[in-house]
């Protein structure tokens, strides 16, 4: 599934789409940036509450397909522009983690 199909089918608003064609293999929930880095597996979409500039820097870091901020975060303008220079699709739902986790999970079966 692309990160596009992931938007469309979940509805989840798209706060930027670098590269809407990127391939997304799994999924990782996690607030602690230094935990990310070291266990979100490359092309994963991450889920976080987090939204300061930090996400997109980890999220590069990282090599995730996406960023999907949860529970109606929205990103601060430093993080807007931090993913728009480093080309991190960035996407957000007013789920819940767990609940926006577990739709996604439902979409990759």
């Known amino acids: 599934m692309t ?4 938007q469309q089918t979940l509805g989840w608003t798209a706060f930027h789409m670098a590269d809407p064609g990127r391939q997304v293999t ?5 607030d602690l940036l230094s935990w990310v880095m070291g266990r979100a597996e490359r092309d994963c979409a991450w889920f976080t509450i987090m939204s300061n500039q930090n ?11 996406c960023v999907v901020l ?17 080309e ?3 996407l957000g ?17």
């Open 26 to 30: 799994g999924g990782y929930a996690g």
């Open 3 to 6: 990160v596009q199909q992931l």
């Open 93 to 109: 739902t007013g789920e819940d983690t767990y609940t926006a986790a577990c739709r996604f999970r439902g979409c990759l079966e």
């Open 55 to 65: 996400v997109a820097a980890v999220a590069l870091m990282a090599d995730v397909a």
């Open 70 to 86: 949860t529970e109606g975060v929205v990103p601060d303008a430093d993080l807007l522009r931090r993913a728009e220079e480093k």
């Open 88 to 90: 991190v699709n960035l």
